[in-house]
């Protein structure tokens, strides 16, 4: 079965006829339907070997200092003031958010370096992978059953979310657009956008991200929740936590990123890309070192 032909024996598929071709599709399961398309469009010895690879890169990203961050406590314990978490989304807009979205954009772009490598196929599901993540970035959300056309609003943005957040903490958007934020921010701000113009390099910033900041979704957003003058829970920090049923969308962001890294990697490019996870590791570490040291000083200057 290449290419997530689908099983004619399986009856639970909704399936699309494209008249001209008289070709059938599966369209209920999109997310699974493209990561075979994107595993199936390389030898199956490089996946395996590059699954591999990748589960190391995740062992890297969970033994870091980032992802154990002693911060993380402080946000348990909600020691974060309101100004302090003022100046946390300030940055975290600054040196990350504003240009996630482009990111993944400009991912969907880059796939089209390995077309003449790979086929137009391997293209396009890796597009339409990548595209799940941005529908959901730019604030689409799933139709209901019998229901057609599309559900969202460009307010469930996650950018969106977030800027709404800022001004619940006191800082709209005249007071965020003439923040200056710290060198550390400026630091990762270019590292994301450096990577632009290199696939590989942007797909592993972006797993990095979707796999590095899960611990943090659930302290920040309780923290921020608690300290905000106004309710703020159904917003921004709603996005990226656990649901009822325990699953954190990140989980799935975070998959369909190694996928795209798996599919682009090759074994002469390994030790360049470990090193280059391990510097961007640490200069994130080095981002939060600088948030817990803004809160001191907020502390301080009470």
């Known amino acids: ?66 992802y154990n961050h002693p911060l993380l406590q402080s946000w348990v314990r909600k020691e974060f003031t309101l100004e302090s978490m003022g ?31 790979l086929g137009a196929k391997a293209k396009m599901a890796a597009r339409f992978l990548i595209q799940l993540n941005v529908l959901e970035e730019l604030g689409y ?69 979707e796999t590095a900041f899960i611990p943090y979704y659930g302290p920040w957003a309780e923290n921020t929740i608690a300290v905000s003058p106004t309710d703020i829970s159904g917003g921004y920090h709603s996005i990226h936590v656990e649901a009822d049923d325990g699953t954190v969308v990140d989980h799935d962001h975070s998959e369909d990123s190694w996928y795209i890294v798996r599919q682009a990697l090759t074994p002469d490019r390994y030790a360049e890309i470990e090193t280059f996870l391990k510097d961007v590791l640490e200069m994130w570490a080095r981002f939060v070192d600088m948030l817990a040291a803004k809160d001191r000083d907020v502390k301080r200057a009470a």
């Not at 807009?93 to 482009?102: I, K, L, M, N």
């Not at 057609?148 to 006191?170: E, I, K, M, R």
């Not at 590292?191 to 590989?200: A, I, Q, T, W």
């Open 1 to 66: 079965m290449k290419y997530g032909t689908p099983n004619p024996t399986k009856k639970t598929d909704i399936h699309f006829q494209n008249e001209e071709t008289h070709m059938n599709f599966p369209i209920e399961n999109p997310r699974d339907v493209s990561r075979q398309i994107v595993r199936e469009s390389i030898d199956a010895e490089l996946w395996r070997k590059n699954e591999a690879f990748t589960n190391q890169l995740e062992h890297i990203i969970k033994t870091s200092r980032l």
């Open 87 to 117: 100046i946390v989304h300030s940055e975290v807009r600054y040196a990350f958010a504003e240009h996630f979205g482009d990111a993944l954009i400009r991912l969907m772009q880059t796939t089209g370096s390995f077309e003449r490598k």
């Open 141 to 209: 959300k799933p139709t209901p059953r019998g229901k057609t056309g599309f559900c969202g609003h460009p307010g469930f943005s996650h950018y969106w979310q977030l800027v709404d957040t800022l001004t619940a903490l006191n800082h709209p958007e005249a007071k965020w657009a003439a923040y200056v934020p710290a060198p550390e921010s400026v630091a990762v701000r270019e590292s994301l956008l450096g990577s632009f113009d290199d696939h590989l390099r942007l797909a592993v910033v972006l797993a990095g991200i």
